[in-house]
Every structure is written in C-alpha cells, then in structure tokens.
C-alpha cells in the first residue's frame, strides 16, 4: 500500500539541510530517506534526490565503502564485503543504514534510524554501524572523550573508569575504549579482571573520576553487548549529556590513528583499590551485631556472570557464611549455556538448577544476580516444600521495611525525625512505598523508569541535605544506601541475606514478614509482564489507538477510568492544568490509567528490548478481593488495549 507525501526540507542538528522530493513512498523506500540522513550526516554535505529508487543503491554503496575504509576487524570488514559481493541491499541496509543508537533519541527520525534507546550503546555483536563492534566502539569512545573534554574541568587529570563482564568481546571493546582515551592524555583506570557494573559507578566516585564507561549487555541474550556511561556524579548519564555525546560522535566518525597496545602501558589497574574500599563502605551496612541472626545455608548464582567473586567477598565484609554456589553456573561464561536467557527475573525457569541446588544442600533461601551483577532476584522454599520467587515489588518492599528499620535503630528509635530521610521508586514500581512513607512519614519520591533517573534524583536528594536510605525499580534493580548511586546485585545479595537470616531467627520467614506488612500498609498486589513487540511502527500505532486523536478511552470493559497520564504527549488530567508532572519523551510510549475501584495500569514500550510492558496494581485489605479485582482488570487491560493476537504481540517463552 503507497501513500503521496512531499517533503521539502529538514534540519539536522542545526547544521545541515537536506533537500527531498519524494511523491509516492512504500514502506522500504521510506527507510531509504533515514539513509539519506544519515550518510548526509556522516558526509557533511547537502543531498538533493529527486529519484529515490535509483539513489537507494549509490547511498547503500557509500555506506558500504566508507564501512570497509574504517573498520579494521577481519572479521567484521568480511562480513560486510561479503554482504557487497553478494549485492545484498537489504542486509547491508540493516546493519549499516540504522546507526546504533547513543542514549535518547528524542526525534521520529532518530527512533527511526535506531534499535534501542540506552544510556550507552547496546546491540548484537557484528558487523555494521546498527551493531556493537570495534568501529562503533571506537566511534562512540570518541564522541564521549572530545564531549568530556569540552564539558568538565580538567577532565583529563580526572580521568576516566573502564570496565567490562564477561560476554564475548568484552574485554577488547575495554581495551579500544580506554586507549582512546589515553590517546588524548586522559588519566585511565581500566579494571585487569571482568567486574560487575556497581564496580564503574562506585569506581567513579571513589577514584574521583569525571566519567566510566562499562562494557556490558546486563541480562540481554549472548548475542548483544553494550556500553553504559556514567557521569562524575556516579549517576548514568541523563539528559542534555546524552544529546551532547550523540553530536559528538557524528562529528568524530574516521577513527583516530593510535597505536592501541603502547597506549594501554600507560593505564592504571584500579581493582585492587576500588574492591577493598567498596566492601569496606558496604560494611556499614551490616547490622550482625545488633540483630540475631539464624545460621543457615544460602544458595547463590551468578547465572554465568561476574558477580561470584564479589558476592563471597561482599558476604566476608558483612560477616556471613560464605554462600553454596550453583556449581554450573557461578563461574563466568559468555554462552549461557544452562539458561534460555540469562535473566534471574524469569522466574522459576532461570532459576531451576538453584533450586536443585537448594534442595541437595537444605537451604531454604536463594539469592541470584544477573550477568553484570547489577541487579537481584530472591527465591525462599515455604513450609508447604514449595518455592515462591520474588517479584521485584515484593523484594522492594522487604529491602524498604529493612532499610527503615535499621535507621530507626541506629538513629534514636522513636525519637527519629523521619522527615529527614527519603527513598525513591519509579512511575511503574508498586505505589506501596508511598504508601509505607506516609504512615512512617519519611520522605518519597518518583521518576521515571529507570536507574538514570533514580540515581540522579537521589544524588538531587542527597545534597539537599536529605538522608538516602533506599531506591528500588519493579525490574529487580536496587540500591540501598549510597555507596553508589546505581542499582547494585552486589550489595543486595549481602543485605537480603541479612534481613532473611534476621527473620528467621525471630521463627519467621521472609514470605511471612511481607505477608505481615501487607497487612499493616494494605494488599499491593501485583501483575507485571510483557510481550514481545519487533516492529517499531506497530509499538506506536498500540499507543495512538488508545489516544485516539485526544479522546481517550473512559473506561476499560467494566471498569471505570478516572484520570489517565501521557508522558509521550505531555497529558496529565489529574491536574488543573492536564500537563504531566514527571519529564516527557515523546520517542518513549507510556501511558498509565487509574481507575475508580483503585487499581493503576501502565502501558510502556522498553528503552533496551522489543517489548511492550504492562504493570497492573490493585490496592486493598481483603486479599482475596484484592486478588480478584486485580486478575478481572489484568485481563482487560490485555484485552482491551494490548489486544495481543490483533497486534501480532508475542509472549515470553514461558507462556
């Protein structure tokens, strides 16, 4: 199906015009104009088409050539020429014409041009400039370097943090990013040995660093690999630093000619020094000596990942036994051999072999990290022998009633002023936190998805003069306290064992303590999942249904919607004037509905995977009603606004 359109001009980056007559566009020859942008962008020069056709392949030609002058990886320069041999447009097209994203992109043409929007890059490993390789590695180290330069004071002198996991090229995308940075005099810590991400944002603070650069893909399958940035401040870059860098990079395209290997004689090794005073500063926040403690077996994973080493050294500093490990998986290797995907937040099906494991040691709670060791999950067996697996609202909310009562007892019992403490959760997490800081009356607040917004709302907090104690997201990311002002599996994985080994000293289990809470603050009760969504125009077509040109829905089968929030278009008629509160994207899809009978539903597309997340909540005393009401206004919600089969929407293999 065709559709008449004429563009006649736009402006890129304030700098160029590209001139373009196109009258009848089908879907691939729309693709073709973002490949014009981009090799105009990547040329310097304006571009006048008057024949998109004929002009396709001489773009996709210039895009090759300029590809094969500047890669100098065998591999990936093969794979491109074969590509060209073989005159295959639409491969070449896929990994050359849509440039790998850095950070947000806030334009319909850069979502356009773009797989993910990350605080970094993050994509598949192979040839192309839509995928992590050595030339967009590079190419991103020095737009980074030339923007870090122009923006902090003595940059150079303060140097900059590298690490790097365990996945497939790692380590040599650490190597390439640290020797551009020594190229242009810059201090460089790069770690010798695979560290988990908490080890970068720490790094930066501890060693006085003006940014870190981590190479890794987290918990997304072996196939992809990324680079997360982060600021002097410890937190992940945000914006106007993301759209700083991305210019950058477009202005520094050629690789610079350095020699790699002299330049990496002259790093700095930080991990010896950066391991000891981060499990000194986590130590604080052991409370051994003041509360019982049961002594039991703790199973731990690292689901293939970096995070074993540091967990045993992490459980020393907090004076626990040390873990039983998952013999197959506790070491790292960047297949994943014994998961689908190497994401603890699965469930059961991630975690079956720490179960198993579990079970032949007597242990009764399991605590997993992710590849990187960034994030956490938990899993405990009942007195009924089965095994419930935390969500990450439930996990939140056991690490927020911890974290409050350990300040409580360190800090004066009732005699507290609770208005000088504060936590920080997101717009999709469970409103249970709120709800726990009014009664205690400590302080609380939400941002956006995402620990770049967290971490920097909690570094606003903090030198506020307000006391940290806690930030959690729904996805299993948290951070207790401020050591680091990311979310840390690390850390996490000592204080969980902590709070579990308290409970069951006091005869208890951590299912029974939330149980306990639940009714204290009320049933915040919870139903989180996703589907998988490939086709970008699909994502957004979803989300304008539901706007329907501003006359959004009313209601959703039976239930009755009472006020609905837009963070793409800026809506919010909750207030007066029915603007939002919380930042706006209009490249992110978001929408969340609250209802009469109290249950919240929220509609996102994911910033780092093609997928469409929904969060459903209901709120409540009677559980069982609770749990009723929230399944009926779950399945409407997939019903009514997913419509998954109409929608070609895929769900987890697990379902």
């Not at 700098?15 to 693709?31: A, E, M, P, Q, V």
């Not at 310097?44 to 590809?67: C, D, F, G, R």
């Not at 806030?106 to 890059?121: A, K, R, S």
């Not at 029915?578 to 209802?595: D, E, G, H, N, W």
Request: charged content about 25%.
């Amino acid at each position: 199906m065709t559709q008449s359109t004429c563009i006649t001009s736009m402006v890129i980056n304030n700098y160029l015009s590209i001139y373009i007559f196109i009258y009848t566009i089908n879907d691939y020859l729309k693709r073709s104009l973002f490949v014009l942008c981009l090799v105009a962008k990547m040329s310097h020069h304006k571009v006048a088409i008057t024949h998109p056709i004929s002009s396709y392949n001489s773009i996709i030609n210039e895009l090759a050539q300029n590809w094969l002058r500047w890669d100098k990886n065998k591999e990936t320069r093969k794979e491109i020429e074969q590509l060209v041999e073989q005159k295959n447009e639409k491969e070449l097209y896929d990994c050359l014409a849509k440039r790998i994203a850095f950070g947000t992109a806030d334009n319909e043409i850069m979502m356009l041009l773009t797989h993910t929007l990350h605080t970094g890059l993050r994509g598949q490993m192979k040839a192309g400039f839509s995928n992590m390789n050595d030339l967009t590695v590079i190419q991103a180290s020095q737009g980074l370097c030339k923007y870090v330069k122009e923006t902090i004071p003595e940059a150079q002198k303060k140097g900059v943090v590298v690490g790097y996991d365990c996945r497939h090229h790692s380590e040599t995308f650490a190597r390439l990013t640290a020797a551009t940075f020594a190229s242009q005099g810059f201090t460089v810590y790069l770690y010798s040995k695979m560290v988990p991400t908490p080890f970068v944002a720490f790094g930066v603070t501890d060693l006085k660093a003006c940014v870190g650069v981590m190479v890794t893909a987290s918990h997304n399958p072996k196939e992809d690999n990324g680079y997360k940035v982060y600021w002097e401040n410890g937190c992940q870059i945000n914006s106007p630093h993301d759209k700083g860098i991305s210019q950058q990079i477009e202005l520094n395209l050629e690789p610079w000619t350095i020699d790699v290997n002299s330049l990496l004689e002259k790093v700095d090794d930080p991990l010896e020094r950066v391991t000891k005073s981060y499990m000194d500063q986590i130590s604080k926040y052991s409370v051994r000596g003041s509360v019982d403690m049961a002594t039991e077996n703790v199973v731990y994973t690292a689901m293939h990942g970096v995070g074993g080493v540091f967990v045993k050294d992490a459980f020393a500093a907090f004076g626990l036994a040390p873990y039983i490990p998952v013999p197959a998986q506790v070491g790292p290797d960047a297949e994943f051999p014994t998961v689908t995907l190497p994401n603890p937040e699965e469930g059961k099906g991630a975690l079956k072999l720490s179960i198993e494991t579990a079970e032949a040691n007597n242990s009764r709670l399991i605590v997993a990290n992710d590849p990187d060791a960034d994030r956490l999950a938990a899993a405990e067996k009942l007195k009924d022998g089965s095994w419930k697996v935390f969500n990450g609202n439930e996990i939140g909310v056991l690490f927020a009633d911890w974290a409050w009562q350990n300040a409580r007892r360190q800090h004066g019992g009732d005699s507290i002023n609770p208005s000088e403490y504060f936590m920080v959760t997101t717009a999709v997490s469970s409103s249970m936190l709120r709800t726990m800081a009014t009664k205690e009356g400590y302080g609380y607040d939400e941002t956006l998805t995402g620990f770049k917004w967290v971490g920097n709302k909690a570094r606003d907090l903090i030198d506020q003069g307000k006391k940290f104690l806690f930030a959690y997201e729904e996805s299993i990311g948290y951070m207790y306290g401020e050591v680091s002002l990311d979310k840390d599996g690390v850390r996490g994985a000592a204080v969980f064992t902590e709070m579990a080994l308290s409970c069951y000293a006091r005869g208890t289990s951590c299912q029974e303590h939330l149980e306990s809470l639940y009714v204290k603050y009320g049933y915040h009760l919870s139903k989180n999942r996703y589907y998988f969504c490939y086709d970008p125009s699909k994502m957004v077509s979803i989300f304008n249904r539901i706007r329907n040109n501003g006359e959004f829905p009313k209601t959703c089968g039976p239930f009755e919607i009472t006020r609905i929030r837009d963070l793409t278009v800026d809506y919010d008629n909750g207030y007066e004037d029915k603007k939002a509160r919380l930042p706006v994207s209009s490249s992110t899809q978001m929408i969340t509905f609250y209802f009469k009978n109290g249950a919240i539903a929220t509609l996102r597309g994911s910033g780092t995977e093609p997928k469409l997340k929904y969060y459903v909540e209901m709120i409540g005393d009677d559980k069982e009603q609770v749990k009723a009401t929230l399944d009926q206004v779950h399945d409407q919600v997939i019903q009514q606004f997913l419509r998954p089969t109409e929608n070609q929407l895929s769900p987890p293999s697990d379902e």
